[in-house]
């Protein structure tokens, strides 16, 4: 009964009071039912997954549940909360199947063996590995599959996203598995239209399932779309610059905060940039603002996340779309969106990272200037008509999103495309209360703009040219470089990380740079020209001099081998090249 499960979930969850969709549709689970629930993100509904799980294991039941999460963290994060309120779980996922693996042991033996309830959560690309189908071809493995779950369902129909193709393969799951197999989907961000191609595309049919949705909308989030006013391809990001107070004292004057980059390279830049401001005299100052991306190693993103959840030192997390899912901060007061997002539905999930504990936050969203809707009868220039063009192809719906019309706006667009009733409340969006933030805001930046340009920092000069004493490198000497260069890089950060210890290499000489001494490395014959391709680069006066000398110990060896080289059998230079590679 749903008396019975409420007194479960409060005694296993150690909650006050379980809302009544997440009883109601345990109970349709643990009925039989299959299940697609809609709900805003962070209102509980991993609680629904886990609901008929520990139903079945209060009633000394057997089965094996399958939840399918979009990435490895999650599968982690899903795996640890179900353990934690004492159910037996297993993240599979590449990672953990290769420690399993020098550990001697095989998780998917694990999973089929006991006559408990077990649970796996897997990513899509593990669904479809061929671990998993040897695991189907045995028939009681596929007897004992009870429960099929996916979480982030509409990432089955998001075709602007990376996961489009991994999900796709779940669709053909509902064939392979018994006719009793109960399924249930769950989302946070999609639309009444799209929930229904999605259920269709996972084999639910109408009439067959429980077709719930609940708002949407979290009323404790205030957006805020602007346009960009400052460059962001630089070293830069003045936009930003109110991230940083300019009276801070201690990491706690920042608001937790995460922003989203649509690549590495920029995360990077603007990391360096915030790092900037914070002043010398507040303590460990470099380690408030952190990146979190796919290139950072489990261990890091592990300390990332236990870090910024203590509330103490981290204050800013810089991420990629790997945080968009199973990043659960509850203290989260502001989050970024910088750049133009793939899709509404995209952008939601990283605005409704914040105020996961109830607390109000805010949900910013920024825009090139090429976004900005203008009358087509003002189109004349030619840049003009070329923003008008990448305009078009922009999803409707972001473009309404930094162009309301004067009816509408940031909220009450998305609360409509949710079939959701708009009710004026404060703090909603910009458009209908844009202050304190836009005074606020902007003081801040202006301030932090007339400091930096007092402060007259280093331009990067984009044309080193070379006094052909070194050839430009050719493309497999290229790549040996970059490899020779990486591992320059590994030796001299382990010798000089000091208590850094789970801080990748990357911090110390990362990906963009080395890329561009390896453009550039023929034009390095003296440590001036040096310098300027490393414009930007935090240890140059630390350890400048020293890449510098093995730079150039290098670009010798290359030029002492191309000087033996012979015209016997006509080789092809990059062949050559190879032979290059190997004397040096």
Not at 152 to 158: I, N, P, Q, R, T
Not at 514 to 524: F, S, T, V, W
Request: hydrophobic share 40%; charged share 25%; net charge positive.
């Amino acid at each position: 009964s749903a008396e019975w499960l409420t007194t479960l979930l409060q005694q296993r969850c150690g909650i006050v009071q379980p809302r009544d969709f997440q009883v109601r549709h345990g109970m349709d689970l643990i009925n039989g039912k299959d299940l697609f629930l809609v709900v805003a993100p962070g209102q509980g509904k991993t609680l629904v997954m886990y609901a008929p799980l520990l139903a079945a294991q209060a009633l000394s039941q057997q089965g094996i549940a399958i939840i399918v999460a979009p990435t490895k963290l999650l599968t982690v994060q899903l795996s640890n909360g179900a353990t934690k309120i004492g159910l037996r779980a297993l993240a599979i996922n590449e990672d953990t199947l290769r420690t399993a693996q020098y550990e001697n042991h095989d998780l998917f033996k694990e999973l089929a063996a006991g006559k408990d309830v077990r649970i796996a959560v897997m990513s899509p690309q593990m669904l479809s590995g061929e671990r998993m189908n040897s695991f189907l071809r045995t028939a009681s493995n596929k007897r004992q599959i009870r429960w099929f779950m996916v979480d982030e369902a509409h990432l089955v129909d998001e075709e602007s996203t990376l996961w489009l193709e991994p999900y796709r393969g779940i669709k053909m799951m509902r064939a392979r598995l018994v006719s009793g197999t109960i399924w249930a989907a769950f989302t946070g961000t999609a639309t009444p239209s799209c929930s229904l191609a999605i259920a269709a595309g996972l084999g639910f049919r109408r009439g067959h399932y429980v077709d719930a949705r609940y708002s949407v909308d979290r009323p404790n989030i205030k957006y805020i779309t602007r346009f960009l006013e400052y460059p962001v391809s630089g070293a830069e990001f003045l936009d930003l610059a109110f991230l940083i107070p300019h009276d801070m004292t201690c990491a706690q004057d920042i608001p937790i905060t995460l922003v989203f980059c649509n690549t590495i390279e920029t995360g990077y830049r603007l990391m360096k940039f915030l790092d900037r401001l914070i002043p010398s005299t507040v303590p460990q100052r470099l380690k408030i603002v952190k990146l979190y991306n796919s290139l950072m190693p489990d261990n890091y993103r592990q300390k990332f996340v236990c870090d910024i959840n203590s509330g103490t030192v981290l204050r800013i997390g810089i991420c990629t779309d790997t945080c968009v899912y199973g990043f659960d901060v509850p203290g989260v007061r502001r989050t970024v969106n910088l750049g133009v997002p793939k899709s509404r539905q995209e952008a939601k999930q990283k605005d409704l990272r914040g105020g996961r504990d109830g607390s109000l936050a805010i949900a910013y969203s920024y825009a090139p200037d090429w976004v900005r809707d203008i009358p087509p009868e003002t189109v004349q220039t030619k840049k003009e008509k070329h923003d008008a063009e990448r305009r078009k192809k922009l999803e409707h719906d972001i473009l309404l999103w930094f162009n309301p019309p004067p009816t509408m706006c940031p909220r009450r667009l998305d609360l409509e495309s949710n079939g959701e009733v708009f009710e004026p409340r404060e703090r909603w969006c910009s458009t209908c209360h844009p202050e304190p933030e836009v005074s606020s805001d902007a003081t801040a930046n202006a301030k932090w703009a007339d400091i930096l340009a007092a402060s007259a920092p280093i331009k990067v000069a984009s044309n080193v040219r070379s006094d052909g004493t070194y050839c430009a490198l050719g493309v497999r000497t290229r790549q040996a470089f970059i490899t020779m260069l990486l591992q320059w890089r590994g030796r001299v950060w382990k010798r000089t990380r000091g208590d850094c210890i789970d801080e990748p290499a990357q911090r110390f000489l990362p990906v963009f740079l080395i890329n561009r001494l390896a453009d550039k490395a023929h034009a390095c014959t003296t440590y001036k020209k040096f310098e300027h391709v490393m414009t930007g680069w935090d240890s140059l006066s630390s350890h400048g001099v020293e890449l510098f000398q093995w730079l150039t110990e290098i670009l010798e060896g290359f030029k002492a081998a191309r000087t033996q080289r012979t015209s016997e059998n006509n080789i092809k230079v990059e062949e050559q090249d190879l032979k290059i590679v190997q004397h040096v």
